[in-house]
């Protein structure tokens, strides 16, 4: 018996495409690890930077953002919009101490069910590397406190 990490990841997947692949992923019995719970969105350009940042403070160790290739999007650029706010959130993550690496970008047509299943693979495994995040824990932690903070100021 093993005690591996076993890591917790959001997967945010558009419709048209990367929902789609896993899909095929998942009809032609290509394994890979179980630990995404996946979200389907119409569009990788829905998805809210708000998302990611409360999945990882719910308790996600990593978020994954999937959607169709720059240039095929269903609704013409929305996946630049999504590449724009993965970047973003990426330096807000290292602005709060979190590392960025918890949370990726994949683009994935439809017909690429095998590419969904090792990138998922490969993120789960990059995830245990860094192991728990315990975002969610550490302020349900500091919500606890119930002695008031007082700060007294020097003038």
Not at 33 to 44: H, K
Not at 53 to 58: H, K, M, N, P, T
Not at 84 to 108: D, H, Y
Not at 118 to 125: S, W, Y
């Given at each position: 018996?093993?005690?591996?990490?076993?890591?917790?990841?959001?997967?945010?997947?558009?419709?048209?495409?990367?929902?789609?692949?896993?899909?095929?992923?998942g009809?032609?019995?290509?394994?890979?690890?179980?630990?995404?719970?996946?979200?389907?969105?119409?569009?990788?350009?829905?998805?809210?930077?708000?998302?990611?940042?409360?999945?990882?403070?719910?308790?996600?160790?990593?978020?994954?953002?999937?959607?169709?290739?720059?240039?095929?999007?269903?609704?013409?650029?929305?996946?630049?919009?999504?590449?724009?706010r993965f970047?973003?959130?990426?330096?807000?993550?290292?602005?709060?101490?979190?590392?960025?690496?918890?949370?990726?970008?994949?683009?994935?047509?439809?017909?690429?069910?095998?590419?969904?299943?090792?990138?998922?693979?490969?993120?789960?495994?990059?995830?245990?590397?860094?192991?728990?995040?315990?975002?969610?824990?550490?302020?349900?932690?500091?919500?606890?406190?119930?002695?008031?903070?007082?700060?007294?100021?020097?003038?």
């Amino acid at each position: 018996m093993t005690d591996q990490f076993e890591p917790t990841i959001i997967g945010f997947t558009c419709n048209w495409c990367s929902y789609r692949a896993s899909d095929l992923a998942g009809t032609a019995r290509m394994k890979y690890a179980p630990n995404v719970r996946l979200i389907r969105l119409m569009c990788s350009g829905r998805l809210d930077p708000t998302f990611v940042l409360r999945a990882l403070s719910g308790g996600a160790d990593g978020v994954m953002i999937t959607g169709c290739h720059p240039g095929e999007c269903h609704y013409i650029e929305q996946n630049y919009k999504a590449l724009r706010r993965f970047l973003l959130l990426r330096r807000v993550l290292a602005g709060l101490g979190i590392e960025p690496e918890r949370v990726k970008l994949v683009w994935a047509s439809a017909a690429e069910g095998a590419r969904f299943a090792a990138e998922t693979t490969a993120f789960v495994e990059e995830i245990r590397k860094l192991g728990p995040l315990n975002w969610g824990k550490v302020s349900d932690e500091l919500s606890e406190i119930s002695e008031p903070v007082h700060e007294e100021v020097a003038a």
